[in-house]
């Protein structure tokens, strides 16, 4: 097993709909394609980057709500986690 670490920036919206339920939209990308200013967090987990494979992810979660605490969540989600498939036993 090799572990995986994913930096990714996320950025959420929150909704009215015209009915008055609440929806969010959550976005995520990874750093490298964010241009915006961030603060470089990895110096605080410098000593497991050695042992981590840097994976990407891109997602869009939609949560809208149908009563009160009942909701649905849509999830499009692409990873990439740079491993190949195991070989054929």
Partial sequence: ???????????????TL???????I?????MSEYSGEY????AL???H??????????AIYV???LAKNTCTWTRLQSVDLKAGLPRPL
């Fill in 45 to 47: 987990y410098k000593t």
């Fill in 63 to 65: 949560v809208t709500e």
């Fill in 39 to 42: 603060h470089d967090t990895r």
């Fill in 18 to 24: 015209d009915d008055g339920r609440k929806e969010y």
């Fill in 1 to 15: 097993f090799t572990p995986r670490l994913f930096e990714n920036w996320l950025t959420w919206e929150a909704r």
């Fill in 49 to 58: 980057l050695r042992r981590c494979v840097t994976a990407t992810t891109r």
């Fill in 26 to 30: 959550l976005a995520l990308v990874p």
